[in-house]
């Protein structure tokens, strides 16, 4: 049993790895979450494109700023490729000050938003690209699904953003930029 438990554990760790070596290889962005039966593309997931009149560089640097002071703790990121990651974030209830079911779309049931009862996995990922010398483009790409707290008996749902936690990491990398 032990051994079993060692081996989980490795598993579990090498995951962001072998993300981060997605990444780095220009393959596209794929997470695995409990409610795909495949591997989930990011970059098919994409909910908000936003244009900023500053280098990559200076988007980098505030989308870091945003998704800290959010509490999302981002597990990659990689200033020449223009991409801050993480691919595997488990939360109940919320995120930071935020309900999930501000966040997520998840379905309802007798008690309300699934999306404010189950246990979350979402990935979050903020791609920056260069448009021009000075001028950049920044997408905000979320996936997720919830699991029931009654654990496996149930199958995990597939969940759909509301648009609000992609707004609100783009005013705060706006914020961030330009002071208001």
């Not at 505030?62 to 990651?85: C, F, H, N, P, W």
């Amino acid at each position: 049993m032990s051994r079993l438990v060692g081996v989980l554990i490795v598993a579990l760790c090498a995951y962001p790895l072998a993300v981060a070596a997605q990444v780095q290889q220009g393959t596209p962005l794929s997470v695995r979450l409990p409610a795909y039966d495949t591997p989930v593309n990011l970059d098919t997931m994409e909910t908000l494109r936003h244009h900023e009149d500053v280098m990559r560089e200076a988007v980098f640097v505030a989308a870091r700023k945003a998704l800290q002071e959010l509490a999302i703790d981002m597990t990659y990121a990689d200033s020449a490729r223009g991409i801050v990651l993480n691919p595997q974030i488990t939360a109940m209830r919320r995120i930071g000050k935020y309900r999930m079911g501000q966040i997520l779309e998840c379905g309802n049931n007798l008690n309300g938003a699934i999306a404010d009862q189950f246990r979350i996995r979402m990935a979050v990922a903020v791609v920056i690209d260069s448009i021009a010398p000075s001028k950049s483009e920044f997408r905000v790409l979320i996936a997720a699904s919830a699991q029931s707290p009654e654990g496996v008996s149930r199958p995990p749902l597939a969940c759909g953003t509301t648009g609000f936690l992609e707004e609100r990491i783009a005013k705060l990398i706006d914020v961030t930029i330009w002071g208001s």
